[in-house]
């Protein structure tokens, strides 16, 4: 299910996102979800009932780019490797990426916010 605070571009780049980590992880499930109330989609890739990766996707809430998405959030394993690969490439699923960084907290994350 893809959260409705997203207009119908960035819900059409989640639904591409769902299906190019489908085929780049076919041992995985990859499961998308509405994460809160503010409209944060979550996807989620699993393996054997563990979760591997949680993407969250966080959209533009007002002004002329409503409904994109601003941001994301990458958690779980690898974390080091994918942020090399999306700092190299300078775009996250073919969105330009303004920042990228690797963050601390209770979990260690990806943050990354994007450009348009």
Do not use: W
């Amino acid at each position: 299910m893809i959260s409705n605070r997203f207009n119908i571009e960035a819900k059409e780049k989640i639904e591409d996102l769902v299906t190019i980590l489908g085929f780049q992880n076919p041992s995985c499930d990859v499961t998308p979800y509405v994460y809160d109330m503010q409209g944060t989609q979550a996807i989620e890739l699993s393996e054997d009932g563990n979760i591997r990766n949680l993407i969250l996707l966080f959209p533009m809430p007002a002004g002329p780019d409503i409904g994109k998405i601003q941001s994301a959030a990458i958690y779980g394993s690898s974390l080091m490797t994918a942020y090399r690969n999306l700092k190299s490439s300078g775009s996250f699923f073919g969105i330009p990426i303004m920042d990228i960084s690797l963050e601390s907290g209770n979990e260690d994350y990806i943050d990354i916010y994007l450009d348009y």
